[in-house]
T-cell receptor
Framework: DQQVKQNSPSLSVQEGRISILNCDYTNSMFDYFLWYKKYPAEGPTFLISISSIKDKNEDGRFTVFLNKSAKHLSLHIVPSQPGDSAVYFCAASPYYGQNFVFGPGTRLSVLP | DTAVSQTPKYLVTQMGNDKSIKCEQNLGHDTMYWYKQDSKKFLKIMFSYNNKELIINETVPNRFSPKSPDKAHLNLHINSLELGDSAVYFC??????????FGQGTRLTVV
C-alpha cells in the first residue's frame, strides 16, 4: 500500500527549461512534506519542504506547490541545470520531524 | 567532515551470518533513524531512536536490532541474515527541524 506515489519513474528535460516532478499521497493525515535529491552512491540530501498551512514554498530555483484537497504536490526546478540530474524523492509525515514515508523516486535527467 | 557517516559502505556476507552496520552523526541531533531502500527503490523507515525512546516499524523482523551506545551513534545489528535482507541501508539524523540528514548508505549483499 503506497501512501506516497511518484508515478513518473523518470523525466528528461532540456537544460534551461522547467522540470516538474509530481507526487501524490493517500493519507489525509500527512501534514509535512519534503523533497530530497539523491545522487548515485550517496545518501538523499534535503532540498525543500512545505507544511500543510502553505500552498507554496520557494527557495532559489526550487519551488514546491501543495494542493491539499487533491493530495498532490509538485516540485518545480527552473531553470534546470545538468547538475540537477538525480533521483528526487518526495516524503510525507503526519508529524513534524517524525517518520517520513518516502515515494519511490523520479529520476530526472537534464540534457545539455 | 561528514555529518552522518556509516560503515562499511559495502558488505557482502553469507546467509545465516550476523553483521553490524555502524552509524555516527556529529550534528548534535537528538533523533537517529535507519531506513532500508529495497529493490524497488522505496525508502522505508525501520527505526527511529530519540532520547532513549525506540520506535520500531512493526514490519521489521526482530532479527534487526538497533543499538545506541550514546546520542551520536546508532548501530544496526542483523542476526541470521537472509537473502531478502539484501538492500541499501541508510542511517539518518534530525533535530527540531524536520529534515533528516542521511549517511551515504551501506549496500548489503547476502549470498
Amino acid at each position: 500500500d503506497q501512501q506516497v506515489k511518484q508515478n513518473s519513474p523518470s523525466l528528461s528535460v532540456q537544460e534551461g527549461r522547467i522540470s516538474i516532478l509530481n507526487c501524490d499521497y493517500t493519507n489525509s493525515m500527512f501534514d509535512y512534506f519534503l523533497w530530497y535529491k539523491k545522487y548515485p552512491a550517496e545518501g538523499p540530501t534535503f532540498l525543500i519542504s512545505i507544511s500543510s498551512i502553505k500552498d507554496k514554498n520557494e527557495d532559489g530555483r526550487f519551488t514546491v506547490f501543495l494542493n491539499k484537497s487533491a493530495k498532490h504536490l509538485s516540485l518545480h526546478i527552473v531553470p534546470s541545470q545538468p547538475g540537477d540530474s538525480a533521483v528526487y524523492f518526495c516524503a510525507a509525515s503526519p508529524y513534524y520531524g517524525q517518520n517520513f514515508v518516502f515515494g519511490p523516486g523520479t529520476r530526472l535527467s537534464v540534457l545539455p | 567532515d561528514t555529518a552522518v557517516s556509516q560503515t562499511p559502505k559495502y558488505l557482502v556476507t553469507q546467509m545465516g551470518n550476523d553483521k553490524s552496520i555502524k552509524c555516527e552523526q556529529n550534528l548534535g541531533h537528538d533523533t537517529m533513524y535507519w531506513y532500508k531502500q529495497d529493490s524497488k527503490k522505496f525508502l522505508k523507515i525501520m527505526f527511529s531512536y530519540n532520547n532513549k525512546e525506540l520506535i520500531i516499524n512493526e514490519t521489521v523482523p526482530n532479527r534487526f536490532s538497533p543499538k545506541s551506545p550514546d546520542k551520536a551513534h546508532l548501530n544496526l545489528h542483523i542476526n541470521s541474515l537472509e537473502l531478502g535482507d539484501s538492500a541499501v541501508y541508510f542511517c539518518a539524523s534530525s533535530q527540531e527541524s524536520a529534515e533528516a540528514f542521511f549517511g551515504q548508505g551501506t549496500r548489503l549483499t547476502v549470498v
